[in-house]
């Protein structure tokens, strides 16, 4: 399974190489292909443009459910492949779990499909 770190790794590496300026290796292929799929499903668009929009790009999971009309555990799976794939990063206060946009993860992705 990828890491946030491994993740966060690659993504940086390829920021500064746009696809069409560079060819990417098979394996940043392969890695930013495993991050973009993390984004290749509307539930997950849903929940990282709620958690991104909400205030201080926080939002606890329990608000996150009925937005999205999913069960709390596909609400939860869905937001731990969103932090696998480094987009959100996750705290527990109390009994619930708080999710926040990781700075500049979106950032990183649009540049690498930057043409100028």
């Given at each position: 399974m990828t890491t946030m770190l491994e993740v966060t790794d690659v993504t940086a590496a390829t920021c500064c190489a746009?696809?069409?300026?560079?060819?990417l290796s098979a394996a940043e292929a392969e890695d930013l292909a495993s991050v973009m799929k993390a984004l290749a499903d509307?539930?997950?668009l849903r929940l990282l443009s709620i958690v991104a929009a909400s205030e201080n790009a926080e939002a606890c999971v329990c608000d996150l459910i009925e937005p999205v009309g999913l069960s709390q555990p596909t609400v939860s799976h869905h937001l731990k492949v969103l932090t696998n794939a480094g987009f959100l990063s996750r705290s527990k206060r109390g009994t619930w779990a708080y999710y926040a946009l990781v700075p500049g993860a979106l950032d990183r992705i649009s540049q690498v499909l930057v043409t100028s």
């Open positions: 746009p696809l069409v300026r560079e060819p509307p539930a997950r």
